[in-house]
């Protein structure tokens, strides 16, 4: 947020202070010879702030520069302000030597549809949306997490079927592998965040939520590309193996 400015204007104090010396002076005051006519006050005058007053601080704090370049091209699905920390929770995927395997099958050949496809640097799975956090709340809300999900115990999972998603603003698609084993385990995981996310007034995740893990991203909507022919070769290559969690 940019600093106030500086305005010029009149407080209601030094007003009043000018009415009453008014009214004093306009009395009459006693004397020989009787009441003399008080003598009406000069008006007072008030100085103008200068220009250069008026305007020194509206550039004290320089909006950030979203440069996309710095980030792979990927555009902001909200606006950056001072003192807020974008967020959102996921269960970190620790890769084996049979997931970059079929890492290694599946996107060089999503590559030949869409070239433009870059592998994840990280893999994990969703349990929410994106969130704005004010930088205050970021220690009850993660206690908060902690608190809600320390009763779960560990579980098994598979992730097989390949399908193509895009964020919200269709800004960026994404190639991944979809949980077919352990759902219902992971929506439990998700009715208690969604409990935090309440308790902050964030929003909660989607009322149907396809949890996947996330194999290769680019910008913009390429599902016209990767959907169809190339969606069902993946699927062929992906059955020779699949992704399994605990």
Known sequence: ???????????????????AEAEAGAQAR?????????????????????????????????????????????????????GNWATHVYVPYETGEEFLGLLDVLLPHAQTYVP??????????SLSQSVVLRHHWILPFVQALKDRVASFQRFFFTANRVKIYTNQEKTRTFVGLEVTSGHAQFLDLVSEVDRVMEEF???TFYQDPSFHVSLAWCVGDARLQLEGRCLRELQVNSECGSTEGA
């Open 116 to 125: 433009r496809l870059v592998q994840m640097e990280a893999f994990h799975l």
């Open 1 to 19: 947020m940019s600093a106030a400015p500086l305005v010029g204007y009149s407080s209601s104090g030094s007003e009043d202070e000018d009415e």
């Open 201 to 203: 007034d964030l929003t």
């Open 30 to 82: 006693p004397g020989a010879g009787g009441c003399r006519r008080a003598q009406s006050p000069l008006p007072s005058q008030r100085l103008p702030v200068p220009d250069s007053v008026l305007h020194m601080f509206l550039d004290t704090e320089e909006e950030p520069e979203d440069d996309r370049e710095k980030h792979g091209g990927r555009v902001r699905t909200f606006p950056h302000e001072r």
